[in-house]
């Protein structure tokens, strides 16, 4: 529907609602959700936003086994009266009114997005009360106890979500060497099942809500559902949710030994490191797993987001942490230095190249259309900068890059799809050099290109230097 149908539908929902005929106001729709719609809007003096999922879709649309609206809206509630401190819930859409399906809640006072939050000096008396205020509302959380509704939620083991991430990823067509290793390692370590607790399901940065006292509400209930409480806590811990402050694992906010250490006390339950680095590798895998449902979703459902495709491309930045969270575990000899860099720019004479092309759309896209948007329409057109980048790198570095990848290759003696298979299988052994060698090249090639600026990226590169 048109944004004057929108309004005007949203308008009337409010007046049968809130039973009140004010004017509606600030209605702008909120930077990022690749489907899953969040509004905000101001009617009868108060603020509120709309959680909302748009008619003919689903909330499992993106492949993550997502819960109903409606039953988030129950779960937000549930938390609520347990002492968690989510939004309170102050409508729910029915199919008369003509939105799709969704809820609308109290808007929360403070700030979501990372970037303006960790090591922002404004922010940092909240920073700093962050581990225990995020240990204490997992606690509250996992204690909820088991009712009628929470027994309506799915339930899988450790061995059965592998599974399905790994039906998943073979379903997409995924042949990543380290994600093949990964998959095997979990397989090989996998926890015994754990007691069925309610856990959040996607407890991190960017989902909580964030004052100048700390945090302010727990957000984004979409991926609800029975677990294991640990997953949750490495879930908090999984690289990519550091938001460029990769030293600290626990949310790029404090260390996970004292996540854990605060949600000890706040549970009193202590956390096993074994479970915890299962489910932190589980976690970080998920993550790259989504990354290429995000790409098929685009590639093959007709949902034609921008937002979909860049994400797709993220699948090099689980590459690298892989790589650097299995360098704990493995051997310390076979982190040997890598004589690596970006290859040197060649001169170009003659016709334009593709690189260039690239270049001046993404300049004019920066320059002239970019400084002219607001909202919605700013993040997508750095969404559009983000893709011209990578499609640039790609053609100046990508023919290099993939020359020395089978060069390896036929040193090693395998091709890509016979090292997929074995390193999935357990055939080929990780901690040959060069096959190890070879895991962290690629992904170091790969993640110039789609992600040169990811903090991983700088990690992996100081711990590889040679000097």
């Avoid at 009114?97 to 929360?108: N, P, S, V």
């Avoid at 379903?171 to 090989?188: K, M, R, V």
């Avoid at 797709?312 to 690298?320: D, K």
């Avoid at 990780?430 to 990811?454: C, F, G, M, N």
């Amino acid at each position: 529907m048109n944004d004057d149908t929108f309004r005007d539908k949203l308008a009337a929902y409010c007046v049968k609602t809130f039973g009140a005929s004010d004017d509606l106001g600030g209605v702008q729709r909120l930077s990022g959700g690749a489907s899953m719609e969040s509004w905000a809007f101001s009617y009868g003096g108060e603020d509120y936003v709309l959680r909302r999922l748009p008619s003919g879709l689903s909330p499992d649309d993106d492949g993550l086994r997502g819960v109903p609206l409606s039953t988030q809206a129950d779960i937000i509630e549930l938390a609520r009266t347990a002492g968690v401190t989510a939004p309170e819930v102050r409508g729910r859409l029915k199919d008369g009114d003509g939105l799709g399906e969704g809820f609308i809640m109290t808007k929360a006072e403070g700030e979501t997005l990372p970037h303006k939050i960790l090591g922002n000096p404004d922010f940092a008396e909240a920073e700093g009360r962050l581990t225990e205020q995020c240990a204490g509302e997992l606690a509250a959380i996992h204690k909820i106890e088991m009712n009628p509704l929470l027994q309506s939620l799915e339930y899988f083991s450790p061995a059965d979500l592998i599974r399905l991430q790994k039906d998943k990823y073979q379903e997409i067509g995924g042949q990543i060497p380290i994600y093949e290793y990964a998959f095997h390692w979990l397989e090989q370590n996998a926890p015994d099942a754990s007691d069925q607790y309610l856990v959040h399901g996607d407890f991190r940065m960017g989902n909580l809500m964030i004052d100048h006292q700390g945090l302010s509400a727990v957000l984004d209930w979409e991926l609800v559902r029975l677990g294991d409480p640990v997953q949750d806590l490495a879930y908090l811990c999984t690289p990519s949710w550091r938001f460029g402050h990769y030293e600290k694992a626990a949310g790029g906010f404090d260390s996970a030994e004292s996540l854990l250490a605060a949600y000890a006390d706040a549970s009193g339950a202590a956390v096993d490191p074994d479970r915890f680095r299962f489910w932190l590798i589980y976690s970080t895998l998920w993550w790259g797993v989504a990354c290429m449902v995000m790409g098929q979703i685009w590639r093959s459902h007709g949902d034609r987001s921008l937002e979909r495709t860049v994400i797709g491309r993220r699948v090099s930045e689980v590459e690298i942490d892989l790589a650097l969270l299995f360098e704990e575990i493995l051997p310390d000899a076979i982190a040997t230095p890598l004589d690596w860099s970006v290859p040197d720019q060649d001169s170009v004479t003659g016709e334009t190249s593709y690189g260039e092309l690239l270049t001046a759309l993404d300049e004019w896209n920066t320059k002239q259309v970019l400084p002219g948007l607001t909202g919605h329409d700013k993040f997508q057109s750095r969404v559009a900068g983000n893709a011209l980048g990578i499609a640039r790198r790609q053609a100046d570095w990508g023919p290099k890059f993939r020359k020395a990848c089978d060069a390896r290759l036929a040193a090693i003696g395998y091709d890509h799809r016979q090292l997929c298979d074995g390193l999935s299988q357990g055939d080929i052994a990780i901690t040959t050099a060069a096959v190890w060698d070879h895991l962290r090249l690629s992904a170091l090639e790969r993640l110039s290109i789609d992600q040169p600026k990811y903090a991983g990226l700088k990690v992996a590169l100081k711990k590889w230097s040679p000097t």
